[in-house]
């Protein structure tokens, strides 16, 4: 959960330019050259799904620098010993995120070798009753205040808030872009808050608010649909660590590797208006690991200045071992809506099962027309693991 100036509690955690190059192309069977046109613009002032990602995020490339601060209170003291067992839950987070980027992000934590004592009571930092932008800059500010003595912040990009298990009303865990702290000299601007969720998510809920500070948007829904008022993940469902943290396939989108860096433009198939376009796409598990780096991770056919359908290989592998249906996951990209508001959208290709969306990937051997323009897109099976993607233009 990202916050601008406010941070409201986590659910279940949990500009436009046109388009170029959309004419006339003939039948292409690998990478477009310019894969580049299917880059949306950034349509947003926000966190979105556009590019580039928001001039707010930093970068998801090269060495990320953490403070890992662990924070106890005076009304509920760490228990001795339960740091190890601190820093333990949230260091999955971290190889998950180095795991994904395949080496392209380095990030290196620094933590606290104690736990440092907050200059009030934890019922002080209102989490539990409404946490405003000014309440959370409040506790950060203090957190770091409380560890400068024995800690260097001169070199930190994200500051890493860790508050003991034993203070259960520091209840959720934001994030923030916009911190106004000061410390060692270095003015620092991004800062996670892990609270009592984190005992229940694991490492997953630092690699989830870590994503907003590199730029990611919220995937599930602030608002549940009217029809369905309690499914705040109708958008994705399960299949992207940026909608659901407990999700089946927590694995992010390969667009989101697009937007961080972690996906070459050769290995983006974009397909031309006119023209039959067909990519094998390798499992987006391995798109960027150094197994596969080169090959066809993903195919986007662009519907207009902001939106595309984009579709990508998924597998019961890696962070995704546990999904229910592999096969060719198809969604829709906004990069005109919001953070939280829906900015991509899985397409199930089994509507009003009982799984939901669990089992929205298409089949080899099925296809799907996209409603707006008419395109049919075919779904069969290549080798190994890898999915024949064929796009025919109406």
């Keep these: 959960m990202q916050e601008r100036r406010t941070a409201a509690p ?10 170029t190059g959309l004419a006339a192309a003939p039948a292409t069977s690998a990478a477009e050259p310019n894969a580049a046109r299917c880059r949306l613009p950034a349509a947003t002032d926000d966190l979105g799904s556009g590019f580039p990602v928001d001039d707010q995020a930093l970068p998801a490339v090269g060495t990320l620098r953490a403070a890992m601060v662990f924070v106890d209170f005076a009304d509920h003291p760490a228990p001795r010993g339960s740091l190890r067992g601190a820093e333990a839950n949230l260091r999955s987070g971290v190889e998950y995120l180095e795991d994904l980027s395949g080496g392209e992000l380095d990030i290196e934590v620094t933590g606290s070798d104690t736990w440092v004592r907050m200059p009030e009571p934890s019922t002080s930092y209102p989490f539990d009753r409404g946490l405003s932008y000014e309440d959370h800059v409040r506790y950060i500010g203090d957190a770091v205040e409380a560890a400068d003595d024995g800690f260097d912040f001169s070199n930190t990009d994200v500051v890493w808030v860790v508050a003991t298990e034993e203070a ?18 270095n ?7 892990f609270g009592y969720d984190q005992w229940r998510w694991g490492g997953l809920v630092l690699a989830h608010e870590t994503g907003h500070t590199l730029g990611l948007p919220d995937l599930y829904l602030f608002e549940a649909p009217p029809d369905d008022p309690t499914n705040w993940h109708a958008a994705v469902g399960g299949w992207d660590l940026m909608g659901l943290i407990s999700g089946q396939a927590p694995e992010y989108f390969a667009w989101q590797r697009w937007q961080l860096g972690w996906l070459e433009d050769r290995q983006v198939v974009c397909a031309p208006a006119r023209g039959s376009t067909t990519a094998t796409l390798v499992p987006v598990e391995e798109s960027t690991t150094t197994a596969r780096p080169s090959d066809d991770a993903t195919l986007v056919l662009p519907l207009s200045a902001t939106r595309a359908v984009v579709v990508e290989n998924r597998q019961a592998i890696g962070y995704d071992r546990e999904i229910l249906t592999p096969g060719a996951l198809v969604h829709t990209v906004d990069t005109s ?33 996209e409603p707006s323009t008419g395109a049919v897109l075919t779904f069969e099976r290549a080798r190994g693991d890898d999915l024949r993607v064929t796009v025919d233009p109406s």
Excluded: C, M, Q, Y
């Design 10 to 19: 986590a659910i279940l955690a949990i500009t436009a330019l046109l388009v």
């Design 187 to 193: 003015h620092l601007t991004h800062a996670v808050t």
């Design 337 to 369: 809506v919001r953070t939280g508001r829906g900015p991509i959208r899985v397409v199930d290709a089994t509507p009003g099962s009982p799984d939901g969306l669990d089992d929205a990937p298409f089949w080899p051997g099925t296809s799907w027309t």
């Design 168 to 185: 259960e009303n520091i209840s959720f865990s934001p994030t923030t872009n916009h911190l106004d702290v000061t410390a060692d000299g």
